[in-house]
């Protein structure tokens, strides 16, 4: 399995923020991003980066 650094994540009134999906290119997680906050209206989507762990 691939390492998918952008996130999107869903804020709903009265609920803790929770990741929806991850995506590799930026211009994805946008587009999506964009798509999720026209057609869900009780909702936020943000993109955000989620950089590699790195136990080293």
């Given at each position: ?25 930026r211009s994805d997680a946008?587009a999506f991003a964009r ?12 993109v955000v980066f989620d ?6």
């Amino acid at each position: 399995m691939s390492y998918r650094p952008l996130a999107i994540v869903a804020i709903f009134p009265g609920h803790k923020p929770r990741e929806i999906v991850r995506t590799v290119t930026r211009s994805d997680a946008e587009a999506f991003a964009r798509f999720l906050n026209r057609s869900v209206k009780q909702g936020k989507f943000y993109v955000v980066f989620d950089p590699p762990f790195n136990s080293t």
